[in-house]
């Protein structure tokens, strides 16, 4: 069972800046690709951005060039750089990862999610 917590979390100014943290636990497990998404109220869940375990980059389009993914694989870290965030950036944001277990026909992949945190961005 792999943990995920989320910090960074809080209230900005449109134009501000936020940085995101995940950890996933325990450390010794391997993680394939991470992820963030987000929900607003009244709205499905939608990818912000996502990083292999190679380091191949997907972004939101909404997110794109204001916001930066990384991830410190041999801490099992994964961050979200938030810049000149508007309101429509408020949202609970979820870190995500998932793992594989086993090979060929017998590989499982794994599923996790954080518990969420908050980021609002007042005008």
């Known amino acids: 069972q792999v943990l995920l917590h989320e910090s960074g979390g809080g209230t900005v100014q449109v134009g501000g800046s936020l940085k995101l943290s995940c950890v996933a636990s325990p450390i010794t497990f391997r993680l394939n690709a991470c992820a963030w998404y987000r929900q607003a109220p009244g709205q499905q869940r939608e990818l912000v951005a996502a990083?292999?375990?190679?380091?191949?980059?997907n972004y939101g389009d909404s997110v794109k060039g204001r916001f930066t993914i990384s991830r410190e694989s041999d801490k099992n870290m994964m961050y979200l750089q938030m810049n000149n965030l508007n309101v429509d950036d408020t949202a609970v944001y979820y870190c995500?990862?998932?793992?594989?277990?086993?090979?060929?026909?017998?590989?499982?992949?794994?599923?996790?999610w954080g518990q969420g945190t908050q980021v609002t961005v007042s005008s």
């Open positions: 995500y990862a998932d793992r594989t277990t086993g090979k060929g026909g017998n590989a499982r992949t794994d599923h996790y």
């Open positions: 990083i292999s375990r190679d380091g191949s980059i």
